[in-house]
């Protein structure tokens, strides 16, 4: 497959074009950045130095694409709307990142391989998750059997999910030295996880805190499902245990091990630690956001797209970068 | 008054020597360390540079004691419990940074001065609190009269809380881009702060979460309280504002702000969040876990004893160190 | 002595603020900020939320000035050029943080107290040296009489000396894990450290090396003066005890104690280790790029300006902050 | 090649162990490691999770060793010189990474493949250079043709460089918001640049530097080299692109871009910066402390010896840990 990659000067992007050049079966299309046209990725990003190419201008995806391209859109919320009907015109398989095709009604289809792999399969436009929505459902989708009333979701993410577009929130001597919680009245993804869990028959109520770590990429979710009554432990680790049986990304831990942002860094892995209190379930998940919760995630919906190996190209942490 | 401190070589103690060296009633006593016997402290703690004296040997706090000075037994855990009656028996005034004597029962007074103030006034012992009950309690303290029936806890401390003593869980390569759970089965915390909301007359259970993030110093408690039955935002506001009204280390924030690690830092000060959410109550709490959660509170508590102003020597920021 | 602040919502500025709200003598004035007129600090600076002031929106500083208060112009470069003349017409002392008076010809005493203290006594327009030309002057101007041929200086700087205007080289995910030179084809210093060793009598080339390292606030500059010949190093310790005998914010470090970022952040001290290699001199010095290099220099300059003891406002650590 | 580890539970022996994982041509023989003995490596190294291992216990390897198999020693210093003999007896290929043989005389090849490839083509016992000495040497060796008379050597490096026994010095606590010098009075790493400097016909004094940044790994080591006389840019630039033509490991970086500790982590490359002011070269070099610091080096090493191509297993920056 040939990928174009559009809004190509993101650490999102950037870390799909790492990710593209290693795949087996993928070619890297054109690296449209409007910001950065005709300069080199190895001079805006160190991580890239390895890699020598120069970002296309504006207007240079739609310019070059080809049916049966695909198109990954990671650009800014809001663009994607205008953009993807083009793309999808020519024959283009498209995966977007931004939030503009995740809630219903949508034209496509949520990109949640655990749970929509068939539909994947054969669609040509696929709403990439966002990163907390995507940790958040990792820890609570398989509790719908045990009905949870309420859920916390208290959750922590490196200061990348929040893009590389220069902001005072982002800079370094504000992020040092904090644990940063925002949105505190309500946050863009609360509506997307509720979505989900609907469509997987969960009731729940959801609190939910989001919160900035001094971590340049990572995200650990702690969910908290209040059940109507208590649950045995075992229940509850073995339906966790079933529902991600076969999935090579997703490691269930125990024997005193926790779920790490390092462990998952730079990988499509997912790290989980279930445990039982009373009638509450808690639930540790860690993804890199920019991986599992972005770019990794968005070349499993290729590869699916595609027919090729589910996790090719992004098996193991053989891509990580180091922000 | 004269202030020893034993066990001086560790975090808390460093910054407890910076505050008493500017607080306006006290004078430093003999600091005591076993390791750093006859050392400059001005060696150990790059921070303590501006403090001309040495760290006196095994037994000399004991060796200098008069009656009626006080002292602050900041060793390990463990250790106080041997020593105190001998300080006590001299007629010392005897903080203890450790949880020796803290749980009931316990001849000493427990140093949460929002609640014991008159009995801290009076004792000769006390028992300081841990950072994550301090941070928790005043969290959920002024919850009493909405009978919680269930609180979670998710608590996020900078690693000064895990000691100055060498280990591999602190090494800089270790927490650098990570935040790791710790205690999941079970945290020696969990019972300070259950026998305290029983006291308060607080029902609730207890799922707590203590986690490490890469930050020096500050904590972040995130309460979760489920009610019986929803209730009004503004009843519960009101609830903090009255426990907290006249004391002025602790913000209720409002207006956009957020507590903040960094706004505590080397401070007494506290920075609580409250919001509702259906049957769920939301507390975010922020302290410096060398300051409110340690040092600080134990010269508040030294304060009271003596009869001295409440904040003496711990003031705004004025004595801020920099892990 | 009143002080209004131009610019006051950069990182140097702020410092300033808590400075001032400190300080024995010290009233503040308008705190001018152009980007969040009319908003409280609090909110734009957690560490200030203690102070209970606005910004006041363009034009308050010059509404306010009266004849005998001081301002100190933390713009960026090039606007106090401007703004100077207006206030110096009404009467006011000015001390200017840019670049814009300090090199010659110019009408601005430079504010480099160990060398012109006398002429800041009389001066109503100081120009606050630069943080890099600060460490190395210090680093360096002992040396005169050794007559060095040649001199490197390898550089270290916090974030902060970059700004608060968000840019992305000064993000937390590009800061992070890496140290960045950069001015490796000149750098805007170098003149203003020219000029001074000239002044001095020191002729000597520089080689200057920049680099921001992960750190918020603090610079480290190394020196290194190659002489015609070889010099014992007890004679170049001696010239350094001299020059700084009686210079209480200068501490020269022997017994393996080395200087320390940490040992001087929030303070406007400085602290230099020396030692002869050869005929080479290796000088290290450390200090607080917002305190000795821009903020308490500042107001050690409005002390002397009025008569004040030196480090009235600037003792110990007493107002560190914590970026 | 069967790879056996020696001293597996340090940092650089965990790096080496992912690279020998991934590494087309190599199988890893026992980790061996005496404090982990019988654990799971997973649980030591959360980057290693995806491996599936435990450490062998003490006289694991000495067992297992067969003809031809080889050994990486990881140990600490001065326990290679114990070992390396009953090891090459027995038929092994030995790299040791500690200093045990890198110092005239020694039975051992020095391990700089850009100096005494064929050597090591032909050794049976290679003493892999300290991580300083490498970027060192990359940064100096072109100069030789150019007769430099002194060179100042101003090194950072990531703190995993001081290995993962537990040390004060090394805590989170301890390392974050400084950059520390050490080892101001000599280090160890001196006589070894000086050696490989005669060696290559330098006869230039060294005043070296070393310093510990906040940084879990990499390193920067800026060399200043005074000639005798100025020289032009051009010329050495002209000799640094000669000596590494054909070189893929190193880049020499030129447009605007300097070298970055990011740039190389995770891998065996080393960037450089070349810059002439005066009689002074400049030249700043990155590498990865535990990449071309370490084991990329080492495996480099291995590969040469068996006569496998020489980056296999260590191309791109495929194996990437993120300390």
Known sequence: MRV??????????AQLIALLARHP????GAPESASHSGEPIAKHFAELRWIDRRFDGPGSVLEQIAPDDAVVLAGSHGVAKTIAPHLLERGARVVDLSGDFRLEPTPAVYGFPER????????????????????????????????????????????TGAGRTPATNSLFAEVE?????????????????LQQWRAAGIDASLVFTPQVVP????????????LAQPVAEEAVQAAFAQAYAGDASVRILGDGM?????????????ELHV??????VRVLCA??????????QAVVNLNIMHGYPVHAGSEGNAWALSW
Chains 1, 2, 3, 4 share one sequence.
């Open 215 to 226: 971590v340049s990429r990572g995200m650990l979710v702690n969910a908290y499902a209040a």
């Open 287 to 296: 993804i890199d956001n920019l991986g599992r919760g972005a770019a990794s």
């Open 116 to 159: 929509y792999r068939d539909r994947i399969a054969g669609a040509r436009l696929v709403a990439n998750p966002g990163c907390y929505p995507t940790a958040t459902l990792l820890a609570t989708l398989p509790l719908a059997r045990f009905a949870p009333v309420q859920i916390v979701v208290d959750a922590k993410s490196g200061i």
């Open 25 to 28: 079966r993928a070619q890297l």
């Open 177 to 193: 030295g904090d644990v940063r919680a925002y949105g505190l009245s309500g946050h863009r993804h609360e509506p997307e996880i």
């Open 258 to 270: 926790v779920p790490s942002m390092r462990s998952v860094r730079g990988t499509n892995d997912a």
């Open 275 to 280: 445990s039982v209190h009373g009638n509450v």
């Open 4 to 13: 174009h990659v559009y809004g190509a000067s993101g650490y999102a992007a």
